[in-house]
Structures are given as structure tokens and as C-alpha cells.
């Protein structure tokens, strides 16, 4: 953590006799900051109120140096207890009263020591390893008999995320979905983030990669040479998508068509409704999509220039999909944890044109990641936007559009 | 009828320093502090009215003579004091066998948390101040809300030659509060003003505070205080108090006065 906290209590008369705006000023003063966690006011003025305070300072020394400026005015540091933990009862089970995680930096307390939870990700479990000391998110499915899984609430704490340093359009830490506001200037902060994380990339940052997750709508709508370029470019670091964006690539590429619909023309081709099925046993039928690309049978489009870059591909199945195309995940929890191996380093999501690969995505993602949601359906930004204190940005726009813009605002030039 | 607890000054001296007052030095001379005392004394039976309760003085405890630090009483309830400086702290059995001895409930509080009675905890019929920071813990005053079930509204005394609030802030039977307000930080002050309304607020001239002006008795109309403090008289009188200013010098060489050296026991 880059943040020292500490959970204080101030109890009595404290509202009257302004001993909580005394306090609270202080820690003001001195370089920290607060989250009133609590406050009951007493019903009568012979009744005392109650404060519940977390104090955070940005070194130990400096929360050490506010609490001890507090303590006269009766602020007390709350008791502290270890987390409790219980073994996993089976595999695939938690115990019960399993604590749920949020997306939010996570710490837990062991042998009186505040440690951070390794891997946050929203709605896992904790476990716990007592001789190293350390804890880690772990879903569901891959607990297994006799872990140790941290439940109930009490030596558990979450640390609300720190205002970002740039001033852009995730500074405000607020989820914003507009359908009406101007887009070019989220757009254009989008793309400063891009290229300061392509910098720290090249500079071998190990934190700055740049997450696609994107539907088909890509293809139809038009906004495929753009993101290729993007590729290309070294924009993008990793790709989540399921079969129909790689099928609909690779037809383009294969019969200028996708779904049947000649992309420069924009009508039905004869037989084209065929063509990403042909597509799809034409890969199938080589045997992966990088044999696909290597051996020249797809020459451009995205798949062929997550290939040549190296870009990480997670292909993710649904029951929907026709082939599949070699390389798509049919098991959705080993999609799941292929996603979620994929996840560190990521330092900014770009959630395009697809319901399905946004939410699992959204629901991978620490808070701290920005993340941009477009979709022409508002209801999928606001649904990401929901999941709270979050650095999501939504456009309510179509995919092509944007991510043309994008490109452009990078620097391609058609 | 008002009762105050006292103590006789038989070995009443300064032999040891824990506030701005005290120097082992400034020798007490000794028999101008008993008729110094009984001239107080005299002034409350007589011209006053209270009934005195005397504790016996104890060798070794010069300051059990400042009764007004031997805890606080409400009805038949007595909340014993923990003081802050071990060299009080010895006194606080005495007073707690005194309180015990004429029946009263007596509660007493954790060691850890300081409060020095009376000396920090006055107020009014309805609400209540304590002072904390120089010897009294803040957090001693919502254990006591609870006992007493009054509302106590904490005051920071930040000037430590106003080191127990009864130096500095003296409510008055009328509703009138004497006070001298740079004894308290901004807050403070703010507090004083929401809780006690204009025209209510007398303030106490810096000279005659150093005094201890506010280290003043109120029983009915009749109010007692040291000598030396004619602008707090006359705004006193101009109230239709009745003054009875005293010489008590000796005690200021302690850091007490005519409140320090009782204890309101109704």
C-alpha cells in the first residue's frame, strides 16, 4: 500500500463542542486524510455521539505523528484483530461466511501485520498462507479442501483508491456515462494515456499494458483497419474477444466480406452468409490461427497483427458460436482464469462493442485500472459504471467511430 | 443550604512543582496561610451561609488542602479523582475513605483515565463543561455523561498557568459565566458563546485572571474571590452579586485560590 491507515474512535460530546471538526482538522493539517467510516449522533443532548474514523497519512511516520496530535482530544485507536480464517471444506467450496472481495486494494491482518491481498478481482474469496505471510484473491472454482480462507469482516480492510495525479478525464474518479457530452476530448485524453503507457512499455514497465475487449461490431461497423493499425502500432497489448470477432477478421480478409456483407461496398454478397463458416473450417482446417497468419493464408487485418506483434489473445466461447475457431476457450471457468492470468501489468482497458467480454472483463479488473466502456447501448457503460468509485468512462457510441478517432488522435493518418 | 468539603492547611507547602505556579522556593509562610484559610473559612459559615464539612489534613499531602480536586458530587453519588501527577495521586485514598465515611456512593474510575473533579468539570443545570489536555483525559467525560446522564461539553485549556478549569471559567448561580476566554483555543471559545449567551459572559481582564479572578465561590448571590480583581468585582456587582474578596495569596503560591479550596458537595 502507499497509503499508512488507522481506524480511530471518538466518542462523547463530540458534535457540540466541536471536538470532531478538532479532530478531523487536524489530520487535515498534518498531511492526512479521513473517511468518517461512522457517525451516530446522539438522540438526546444528554445522549453521547459516537465516531468511527479512518485516518490515512501517506508515510507511517506521518499517521504515527497525526494520531499522536488526536489522542488528547480523545481519539482512540480501535482494537485491531486478525483476520479469521477456516479451511475450505471441499474443493470448489468456501467456507461459509466466506468474505466476498471487491475490486478494491484489499489488505489483511495476520500476526498483528496488515498485508496486501494479492491478484484483487471483485467477488472471490481470500486465502491465506500463514508461513510465508501472504493472501491472494482466489475464485471459486480453483479453492480447494483445507485452503485457508479468510471469513467474516473482522481483520479485513479495503482502501479506497487515491485520486489519480493526472488531471484527465479519470481524475474525477466518478463513473460518467453520457450519450450527450462531447466524446473528442475523452477521446484525445484516451489516447495521451496510450501513448504515455506505450512509452513506459518501451521503457520496460511491467504495469503498462493496454487491454482491448471487443465484439464483432468492430468488423461490421467498420473500425477494423483502425484497430489493426492500433495493433500495429504497438497500442495494444492484449486482446479479449470470442469467436466472432477472429471469424469476422479473418472472412474480411479472406472474401472482403463480414457476415456476408462486402465490407466496402456494404451489401449482401451471393452465398456470403457462408463465409465466415468457411472462414472458420478454413483456420480449422490449418490448425491454429497463427499457423493461419505464419503461412501467409491471412495476410492483414487484427488477428494477423496480434500475431505479428505478439499481442496476448484470449478467445472466449459462448454456446452461440459456430466452429469454433481453434484457440477459443469452450470451458467458460478456463476462459475465465485465461482472462484472469492476462490481467496483471494491465494499466488500461478499453472495453469496445461487446456486452458479454466488457462485463467479464469489468468484473476482472482492479478499481485502479481506468477502463473506457463504449457500446451504442448505454445500458452496458452504465451496468460497468454501477460496480462503483471506479475509473470508468463511458461512450455511448459506436465502435467504428471511436476507435477511428482514436487512431487518429494517435496519429494515422487515412 | 450550600455544604462545602475543606481541609485545614496544617501542612499545606510546596514541596514539589507540577504547575506554572510552583517554586519549591517561594517559601509559604505558613501562618499567613491558616489565617488566610479561616479567614475564608469565616467568610462561608458566616456571611455566606455553607455548611463546612472538614476532612482531616494529612502529614506529607500539602495539597489535600485544595479540596475542589478530590472529585465530584452529584446527590449521593461521588466520583473519586485519578490524578495525573503521582505526587497528588497518594491523596486520592483520603478523599476516597472520606467520601465512604459519610456514605456516599462512591464511583471510581479506571487508573489509565485522569480526571482531577471539580477542578475540571462545572457547568450549569443543564449542561456541563469539562476541561481536558493540561490534567483531566477527554475521554473521562463520556464515562461521567453516563453516570451523571448530563450532557459534558469538552473544553481545551491551552494556556497551563490555567491548568484545571475552575482557574479560568466560573458559572454563576444567575446563569452568568465568569470566565477568562484566552484560557481556551478558538473552539473553545466558539462553544463558550453558542452555549452561554451574550450578555451573560463576563469577561475576566488578563491581570486579574493571572489572579485567579474566576477561581471564585458562588453560593446563591454571594460570591467569594481573591483580592486584587476590582473590574471583576464591579461587573459582579453590577449583576447584583454580593463580593467578598479575600486575601489568599499564600495559596496562589500553589496555584489555588478560594474555589481550589473547596468542593461543592449538593
Known sequence: ?414 | MSRLLVCPPDYFDIEYEINPWMRRSNTVDHVSAVTQWHGLMHVLEREVGAVLERMRPVPGLPDLVFTANAGVVVGRRAVVSRFRYPERQREEAYFEDWFRSVGYDVVTLEPEFFFEGAGDLLGFSDCWFGGYRQRSDIRVFPLLSDVFTREIIPLELVDGRFYHLDTCFCPLSGGELLYFPAAFDTDGQEVIMERVPDGSRLVVPENEALRFACNAVCVGKHVVLPAGCPETERQLQSRGYLIHSLPLDEFMKSGGSAKCLTLALD
Request: aromatic letters at 4%.
Open chain 1, 1 to 414: 500500500m502507499t497509503t499508512a491507515q488507522e481506524t480511530i474512535v471518538l466518542r462523547g460530546h463530540i458534535i457540540d463542542s466541536l471536538i470532531l471538526a478538532k479532530v478531523l482538522d487536524l489530520i487535515l493539517m498534518m498531511g492526512g486524510s479521513f473517511d468518517l467510516d461512522q457517525v451516530e449522533i446522539g438522540r438526546t443532548r444528554e445522549d453521547p455521539s459516537h465516531a468511527r474514523i479512518i485516518v490515512r497519512a501517506p508515510t507511517l511516520a506521518t499517521l504515527n505523528h497525526i494520531l499522536r496530535a488526536i489522542q488528547p482530544h480523545g481519539a482512540v485507536v480501535e482494537r485491531e484483530y486478525d483476520c479469521v480464517v477456516q479451511p475450505a471444506p471441499a474443493d470448489g467450496v468456501f467456507p461459509d461466511e466466506f468474505y466476498s472481495t471487491t475490486h478494491l486494494p484489499t489488505e489483511v491482518r495476520l500476526n498483528d501485520t496488515w498485508i496486501d491481498v494479492q491478484r484483487v478481482e471483485m467477488d472471490l474469496g481470500i486465502t491465506v498462507d500463514l508461513q510465508r505471510m501472504t493472501a491472494r484473491t482466489v475464485p471459486m472454482a480453483d479453492v480447494r479442501k483445507g485452503d485457508l480462507i479468510v471469513t467474516g469482516q473482522a481483520g479485513v480492510r479495503v482502501v479506497p483508491m487515491q485520486r489519480p495525479r493526472e488531471r484527465d478525464v479519470f481524475a474525477f474518479m466518478e463513473s460518467t456515462v453520457s450519450a450527450e457530452r462531447p466524446h473528442s476530448h475523452v477521446i484525445a485524453d484516451v489516447a495521451r494515456r496510450m501513448r504515455l503507457l506505450r512509452d513506459d512499455r518501451r521503457a520496460g514497465s511491467g504495469q503498462a499494458k493496454v487491454l482491448l475487449a471487443g465484439g464483432p461490431a468492430i468488423i461490421h461497423a467498420g473500425g477494423r483497419d483502425a484497430l489493426t493499425w492500433l495493433v500495429e502500432e504497438g497500442f495494444i497489448h492484449v486482446l479479449f474477444c470470442g469467436n466472432a470477432l477472429a471469424a469476422h477478421d479473418m472472412e474480411a480478409d479472406l472474401y472482403g466480406t463480414s457476415l456476408g456483407y462486402a465490407l466496402t461496398v456494404g451489401h449482401a454478397v451471393p452465398h456470403g452468409h457462408a463465409h465466415h463458416l468457411r472462414t472458420i473450417n478454413r483456420i480449422r482446417a490449418i490448425g491454429s490461427i497463427r499457423n493461419a497468419v505464419e503461412s501467409g493464408v491471412i495476410k492483414r487485418g487484427i488477428m494477423a497483427a496480434c500475431i505479428r506483434a505478439g499481442v496476448h489473445v484470449v478467445m472466449a466461447g459462448t454456446i452461440r458460436d459456430d466452429g469454433p475457431l481453434p484457440g477459443v476457450i469452450t470451458d467458460s471457468m478456463q476462459a475465465q482464469a485465461a482472462m484472469r492470468e492476462a490481467i496483471p501489468g494491465v494499466g488500461l482497458a478499453l472495453l469496445v462493442a461487446s456486452t458479454l467480454h466488457a462485463v467479464a472483463t469489468g468484473n476482472l479488473l482492479p478499481a485502479a485500472v481506468p477502463t473506457v466502456c463504449v457500446d451504442i447501448n448505454a445500458s452496458v457503460p452504465t451496468k460497468l459504471a454501477d460496480r462503483g468509485s471506479f475509473q470508468a468512462v463511458g461512450l455511448v457510441m459506436d465502435a467504428a467511430s471511436f476507435l477511428n478517432e482514436l487512431a487518429r488522435q494517435l496519429g494515422r493518418s487515412l
